[in-house]
């Protein structure tokens, strides 16, 4: 218990202390999506019915942003430790695999739900009259999307040699799958192969739950949202516990 508190806030102090950079940046961005989109696509993409898009946005934008940095957080913390070479003073003992990965995913959760919580005000200040229908809804899918990511966070900085390889890892699949998941539009607007091939897109589960939990609909049925997000959280966590576990690229 000593070994997770300790870990736990070290991570947490670690994006604190740079937090102009590792929240209010993201939070920023965020607020200039919202800016330009919300007036480009306004008239030009199809939502739900009785929803604006700046509307439909808002939520999108705080799931994309709770995603991105849960991932940023426990992968650059980890490949940190590795290129600065005191990655395996941290597992050794007292510390066990499993408090390791709990307070890795644990830092990752707090950090996404903290920007989370930034771009979910800039957008209230853009439309003050948006209100959830579910926050139990909005919670859970938060808090399940970020375990999910901080637990894929490990895995690429375990993965990862160098800063070069998470990047590439960040560029050409975080990213991408963020991007196109319903963030910036209903997938029923696309055509029949690009809503199929969006089926694949396990972030397009987690965005359209989310979602839901602001205006009680969305594209996907709950259900199958929530069996997804539950069973890949599961998934994911379960393969970066067990390479922590059997020291994946830590004790070489």
């Given at each position: 218990?000593?070994?997770?508190?300790?870990?736990?806030?070290?991570?947490?102090?670690?994006f604190?202390?740079?937090?102009?950079?590792?929240?209010?940046?993201?939070?920023?961005?965020?607020?200039?999506?919202?800016?330009?989109?919300?007036?480009?696509?306004?008239?030009?993409?199809?939502?739900?019915?009785?929803?604006?898009?700046?509307?439909?946005?808002?939520?999108?934008?705080?799931?994309?942003?709770?995603?991105?940095?849960?991932?940023?957080?426990?992968?650059?913390?980890?490949?940190?430790?590795?290129?600065?070479?005191?990655?395996?003073?941290?597992?050794?003992?007292?510390?066990?695999?499993?408090?390791?990965?709990?307070?890795?995913v644990?830092?990752?959760?707090?950090?996404?739900?903290?920007?989370g919580?930034?771009?979910?005000?800039?957008?209230?200040?853009?439309?003050?009259?948006?209100?959830?229908?579910?926050?139990?809804?909005?919670?859970?899918?938060?808090?399940?999307?970020?375990?999910?990511?901080?637990?894929?966070?490990?895995?690429?900085?375990?993965?990862?040699?160098?800063?070069?390889?998470?990047?590439?890892?960040?560029?050409?699949?975080?990213?991408?799958?963020t991007?196109?998941?319903?963030?910036?539009?209903?997938?029923?607007?696309?055509?029949?192969?690009w809503?199929?091939?969006?089926?694949?897109?396990?972030?397009?589960?987690?965005?359209?739950?989310?979602?839901?939990?602001?205006?009680?609909?969305?594209?996907?049925?709950l259900?199958?949202?929530?069996?997804?997000?539950?069973?890949?959280?599961?998934?994911?966590?379960?393969?970066?516990?067990?390479?922590?576990?059997?020291?994946?690229?830590?004790k070489?």
């Amino acid at each position: 218990m000593n070994g997770f508190r300790g870990l736990l806030e070290k991570e947490i102090v670690r994006f604190w202390r740079v937090a102009f950079q590792t929240i209010a940046a993201p939070v920023l961005t965020t607020f200039l999506y919202l800016l330009v989109f919300s007036h480009i696509l306004s008239e030009k993409v199809y939502v739900f019915e009785g929803v604006s898009y700046v509307e439909f946005l808002i939520p999108g934008l705080v799931m994309m942003s709770v995603l991105q940095n849960s991932f940023a957080n426990s992968s650059s913390s980890l490949i940190q430790s590795k290129v600065t070479g005191n990655l395996l003073l941290i597992v050794l003992p007292p510390i066990s695999p499993l408090a390791f990965f709990n307070a890795y995913v644990c830092a990752s959760v707090i950090r996404g739900l903290l920007i989370g919580a930034g771009v979910l005000a800039t957008g209230i200040f853009f439309v003050p009259t948006l209100t959830p229908a579910s926050p139990f809804l909005l919670l859970l899918f938060a808090v399940l999307g970020g375990i999910m990511t901080g637990a894929l966070g490990i895995i690429a900085g375990l993965w990862a040699e160098k800063f070069d390889q998470l990047g590439m890892f960040q560029n050409f699949i975080i990213m991408p799958l963020t991007f196109l998941s319903g963030v910036f539009y209903s997938i029923q607007s696309l055509p029949d192969f690009w809503r199929g091939l969006s089926s694949f897109n396990p972030f397009l589960y987690m965005i359209d739950g989310f979602r839901r939990g602001f205006f009680a609909q969305g594209d996907i049925p709950l259900t199958t949202s929530l069996l997804v997000t539950v069973t890949l959280t599961i998934a994911v966590s379960w393969l970066a516990l067990h390479l922590v576990r059997t020291g994946y690229k830590i004790k070489t």
